[in-house]
């Protein structure tokens, strides 16, 4: 295996950080509605744990990509 190969394939072995942070979204938002419908009246108390999990999950999938687009073009 030559070099340009390993860097495709530990960039491609990289993403799947992205593939877990998309989960990790659905999963947030969907335990959110889940939450909300059962008690509404507290829902607005929880926004804010909602949008700083959403933040934390999304960079660590712009992290995996960053690693990615490193391995392609640095290295």
Partial sequence: MDA???KFIGAGLACLGMLGAA???GNIFGSFL???MRN???AQGQFG???F???VTEALGIFSLLIALLLLFVV
């Fill in 4 to 6: 340009e190969a390993a």
């Fill in 40 to 42: 509404p009246s507290a």
């Fill in 23 to 25: 989960v990790g979204v």
């Fill in 49 to 51: 744990n909602l949008i």
């Fill in 34 to 36: 889940e939450g909300a």
């Fill in 53 to 55: 999990g959403f933040a």
